[in-house]
């Protein structure tokens, strides 16, 4: 079975910065394209940013200029890098494919305080 597994979140001040990782199982990585989601409390999942399997990366409006994606095809993970953090980016992270999503990770809490 595929895992998604996220990590590196946490407790950061307003103005902050973290970076997040997903460790993946997925065959043929290195030709999926990948996606960072995020979902806040009573709010729906939303796409945080993407990368394709070329490198072109694409971002939230929300987000844009503060967070950076990125992929290392060797260790099969995707990364994000979140700085300036702000409280309305408190929510929990996850990772997935483009489309034809995997079953979900446990994904990882980024909590900003302010």
């Known amino acids: 079975q595929v895992q998604l597994v996220e990590s590196g979140g946490g407790l950061v001040q307003a103005g902050g910065s973290l970076r997040l990782s997903c460790a993946t199982s997925?065959?043929?990585?290195?030709?999926?394209?990948m996606g960072w989601y995020r979902q806040a409390p009573g709010k729906q999942r939303e796409l945080v940013a993407l990368?394709?399997?070329?490198?072109?990366?694409n971002y939230a409006d929300s987000v844009k200029g503060r967070f950076t994606i990125s992929r290392d095809n060797a260790k099969n993970t995707v990364y994000l890098q979140m700085n300036s953090l702000k409280p309305e980016d408190t929510a929990i992270y996850y990772c997935?494919?483009?489309?034809?999503?995997?079953?979900w990770g446990q994904g990882t809490q980024v909590t900003v305080s302010s």
């Open positions: 997935n494919k483009q489309s034809r999503f995997l079953d």
């Open positions: 997925i065959n043929f990585f290195s030709i999926t394209a």
């Open positions: 990368i394709t399997a070329g490198g072109t990366t």
